[in-house]
């Protein structure tokens, strides 16, 4: 820390110039100094680094291998100083180009991504929107690298890295589905219908079946058989038309199955608790007029969908 507090951040810009050019007028005019101060910077940097930084040579001036070392660190160093200090980033949807991605669950991706590109399509029409799977930490560590945006669609029971910031996106009913020739079943379970039938149940993440709909059955002294454990809704749906099994969704999600597939919603046991989604993304970002907007319209969009 010493050695920094007596440095001159400066230098640096001279440092990054003399490695590139190898020749303190070159340097100099791509700093904006004149040569006599280039050369004094570069004194200031051999005396602070105890190093020749260049040295003299028959093929001219050559960095020696320290200075070599340092280069990709420094620029480095360089580039996020003016990231830092840039000024605040201007978003304009209608002429912006942006690609973002999401790494989402099945429910975003069937339920909210067809209004959203639809009005995309209207409002900012350059925009792309690329989907990605989430899995267990990989959407976590993409996140970290900044190469994707969101994470849109985790139950709010799923643990996240507490530096992440996560918000309440989507609190929505949650519903049964049967297969349309499955007449055994009535209009609303009771819960001990509930518990009797055979249920195709779903992971999260990190392979754990257990949800808010079992800790709530567990409260009331019993618990689901399943018949399979898939990781979207969408599997799911597709068993349930097969067979004489059950599924537990958001609602949003039934009433499109119900639209495709032979299946028929049913009500389920009074008392189930709703699931409420959430909305993460990186701290880093969280001042970014981009990454704002695209969350204002992902907020906004499923909210007007879950309300109807």
Same mark, same amino acid.
């Given at each position: 820390?010493?050695?920094?507090?007596?440095?001159?951040?400066?230098?640096?810009? +001279?440092?990054?110039?003399?490695?590139?050019?190898?020749?303190?007028?070159?340097?100099?005019?791509?700093?904006?100094?004149?040569?006599?101060?280039?050369?004094?910077?570069?004194?200031?940097?051999?005396?602070?680094?105890?190093?020749?930084?260049? +040295?003299?040579?028959?093929?001219?001036?050559?960095?020696?291998?320290? @200075? +070599?070392?340092?280069?990709?660190?420094?620029?480095?160093?360089?580039?996020?100083?003016?990231?830092?200090?840039?000024?605040?980033?201007?978003?304009?949807?209608?002429?912006?180009?942006?690609?973002?991605?999401?790494?989402?669950?099945?429910?975003?991706?069937?339920? +909210?991504?067809?209004?959203?590109?639809?009005?995309?399509?209207?409002?900012?029409?350059? $925009?792309?929107?690329?989907?990605?799977?989430?899995?267990?930490?990989?959407?976590?560590?993409?996140?970290?690298?900044?190469?994707?945006?969101?994470?849109?669609?985790?139950?709010?029971?799923?643990?996240?890295?507490?530096?992440?910031?996560?918000?309440?996106?989507?609190?929505?009913?949650?519903?049964?589905?049967?297969?349309?020739?499955?007449?055994?079943?009535?209009?609303?379970?009771?819960?001990?219908?509930?518990?009797?039938?055979?249920?195709?149940?779903?992971?999260?993440?990190?392979?754990?079946?257990?949800?808010?709909?079992?800790?709530?059955?567990?409260?009331?002294?019993?618990?689901?058989?399943?018949?399979?454990?898939?990781?979207?809704?969408?599997?799911?749906?597709?068993?349930?038309?097969?067979?004489?099994?059950?599924?537990?969704?958001?609602?949003?999600?039934?009433?499109?199955?119900?639209?495709?597939?032979?299946?028929?919603?049913?009500?389920?046991?009074?008392?189930?608790?709703?699931?409420?989604?959430?909305?993460?993304?990186?701290?880093?970002? @969280?001042?970014?007029?981009?990454?704002?907007?695209?969350?204002?319209?992902?907020?906004?969009?499923?909210?007007? $969908?879950?309300?109807?």
């Amino acid at each position: 820390m010493s050695q920094l507090r007596s440095l001159d951040l400066n230098l640096l810009l +001279v440092f990054d110039a003399l490695l590139t050019e190898r020749h303190v007028t070159r340097a100099a005019e791509k700093v904006f100094l004149s040569q006599s101060a280039t050369s004094h910077a570069l004194n200031r940097l051999r005396e602070q680094l105890d190093d020749p930084i260049l +040295v003299r040579t028959e093929r001219g001036m050559q960095p020696t291998p320290r @200075a +070599v070392d340092m280069l990709p660190q420094i620029r480095q160093a360089l580039k996020l100083l003016e990231r830092t200090l840039a000024p605040p980033e201007q978003f304009f949807p209608a002429e912006s180009e942006r690609t973002f991605v999401i790494a989402s669950t099945d429910y975003f991706e069937a339920v +909210v991504l067809p209004p959203l590109v639809a009005y995309l399509q209207r409002e900012a029409p350059k $925009i792309r929107i690329e989907i990605e799977l989430i899995t267990d930490r990989a959407s976590e560590q993409a996140l970290e690298s900044h190469d994707i945006d969101l994470v849109v669609g985790l139950d709010s029971s799923q643990e996240v890295p507490s530096h992440l910031i996560s918000e309440a996106w989507v609190q929505e009913e949650q519903v049964c589905v049967v297969g349309a020739n499955n007449t055994q079943v009535t209009d609303v379970l009771s819960l001990d219908e509930y518990i009797s039938m055979t249920h195709v149940v779903f992971s999260d993440l990190s392979g754990i079946a257990t949800s808010n709909i079992d800790v709530w059955l567990e409260s009331q002294g019993c618990s689901r058989q399943s018949i399979s454990r898939n990781l979207n809704y969408t599997a799911a749906a597709c068993i349930v038309a097969q067979t004489d099994a059950i599924i537990t969704l958001p609602k949003q999600m039934a009433l499109l199955f119900c639209s495709m597939l032979p299946v028929r919603l049913i009500g389920p046991p009074e008392g189930l608790p709703d699931v409420n989604m959430t909305l993460i993304y990186h701290p880093f970002f @969280a001042k970014s007029p981009s990454i704002r907007w695209l969350k204002e319209r992902v907020i906004e969009l499923g909210q007007n $969908i879950v309300d109807g």
